[in-house]
């Protein structure tokens, strides 16, 4: 099963691409106008410098009366120029340049106006008497490094500040759906013994009618949960006196008729003690629904340990069969109700000794760390059924009596304590029988 997806990481995801992409194509969009805006005030300089240049060439070349062979102006000037320039006669031939122009004429036409080459824009202006010619030069490689910087410039903090976006992003987020989390996590941590209804102040009105929606929900569960343990409660009490006084009424029937009709009384009073003990079970488990394993006391168990064990030695199936082993030196203390811990030792006892061979002993075993075992003999139970044996009316492959209760029980008061309930079969170090075991959180002395 796929695990869900959160929404807070939609969310975020969602939003830190619209804007990291929003700031690129914007960075992008800038660099664009930035470039049509530089080649226009790039052409405009040129243009410029060509026509306030071309009056002061002319004049110097009239002055000089230079030859058709050009010269270099400034031969002694350093340094790498943005704009390099030519004065052309009629017939094409360089007769002036800047230092850093070659002497070979440019590859375009003499006629007015822009023109380019491969790696140049060149203005082209004539004097009024159409004797020369100035061409003025910008290399592309200016422009490129210019919009280059520029583009850096304007892409440089929004490297930055995506970061930073992305990390606002994320708290504001986490923080305006921090109502939603708070809402799930009160709506998953009711159970059957935590139907309190939320509380609606905190959330924000959006949430409302959820929180409310949900209350009407935990009300009516509420209600018929306690219909159902009411129910059970009364009717597994009520039950007991009439089948106390029936079973009693069979064993008196038993010894006034005649030895052929003895079975058929045997089996009455059978189904009649199975129905107690059925009664039994459904009143404990009506208390472990009402949670009574829960307190806030913390008491020492071995006492109660050690009672129920005596009382269960007295039984008809536990004379002489339990063999308990107590390594608790300074006692075994948690928060357990006595009653419910006595509850859970009786059931892990009659399953042991009912699920055993006959005559053989069932282990008992209270450790330091609140860990208490139950260990009986008896052939391997497939692992695969070990998990169902906690469910209710679940029973494994066996003929023995039951009513498949007794270890359901065990597993919620367990678990109301914050304990764990772990099952093993074969019995660890053995290649046969069955091991419950309990781990229950204890408290310091």
């Known amino acids: 099963m796929a695990r869900p997806t959160s929404m807070t990481r939609k969310l975020v995801t969602a939003l830190t691409s619209v804007v990291a992409i929003s700031w690129l194509l914007a960075c992008g969009l800038g660099v664009m106008v930035m470039q049509d805006e530089f080649a226009e005030i790039f052409d405009a300089g040129v243009q410029e410098t060509a026509e306030r240049l071309l009056p002061l060439l002319a004049d110097d070349l009239r002055e000089n009366n230079t030859a058709p062979a050009s010269r270099k102006l400034n031969p002694s000037a350093e340094g790498a120029e943005y704009l390099t320039y030519q004065v052309r006669d009629r017939e094409g031939q360089v007769v002036l340049h800047s230092h850093d122009s070659s002497t070979e004429p440019f590859e375009v036409s003499l006629e007015p106006g822009f023109s380019e080459t491969a790696t140049q824009r060149i203005y082209t202006v004539a004097t009024p008497d159409g004797e020369y010619f100035l061409q003025v030069a910008d290399a592309f490689a200016n422009r490129r490094e210019a919009i280059e910087e520029a583009g850096s410039a304007l892409l440089l903090p929004v490297l930055i500040l995506i970061p930073a976006s992305i990390f606002a992003v994320i708290v504001v987020v986490r923080r305006t759906l921090q109502p939603i989390q708070t809402l799930r996590d ?148 948690c928060k357990i109700g006595a009653d419910g811990f006595g509850i859970i030792i009786r059931n892990l006892l009659e399953n042991a000794l009912i699920h055993s061979p006959a005559g053989s002993s069932v282990q008992i075993f209270a450790e330091e760390d609140g860990t208490i075992r139950v260990i009986n003999s008896g052939p391997a139970i497939d692992r695969a059924l070990l998990p169902k044996l906690t469910t209710r009316f679940a029973r494994g492959p066996t003929k023995a009596d039951g009513t498949g209760l007794g270890l359901a029980i065990v597993k919620s008061l367990v678990e109301q304590t914050g304990g764990e309930l772990v099952l093993s079969s074969p019995a660890p170090g053995r290649q046969d029988g069955f091991e419950a075991r309990i781990v229950l959180p204890v408290e310091a002395a």
């Open 186 to 333: 009160e709506i998953g941590r009711k159970d059957g013994g935590n139907l309190a209804p939320l509380e609606t102040q905190p959330f924000p009105a959006e949430l409302h009618p959820i929180a409310r929606s949900v209350n009407l929900l935990l009300g009516r569960l509420r209600s018929a949960i306690e219909a159902e343990r009411e129910f059970t409660a009364n009717s597994a009490h009520e039950l007991r006196t009439p089948i106390a006084g029936a079973l009693a009424q069979a064993q008196r029937l038993r010894a006034d008729i005649p030895p052929e009709l003895a079975p058929r009384v045997e089996n009455i009073e059978k189904s009649l003690q199975h129905l107690g003990h059925l009664a039994e079970k459904l009143l404990q488990m009506s208390r472990a629904e009402a949670r009574i394993g829960v307190t806030d006391t913390t008491s020492d168990l071995i006492p109660v340990l050690e009672l129920v064990i005596d009382d269960m030695s007295r039984t008809a199936i536990g004379t002489s069969r339990i063999r308990f082993t107590n390594r608790c030196e300074g006692g075994m203390n």
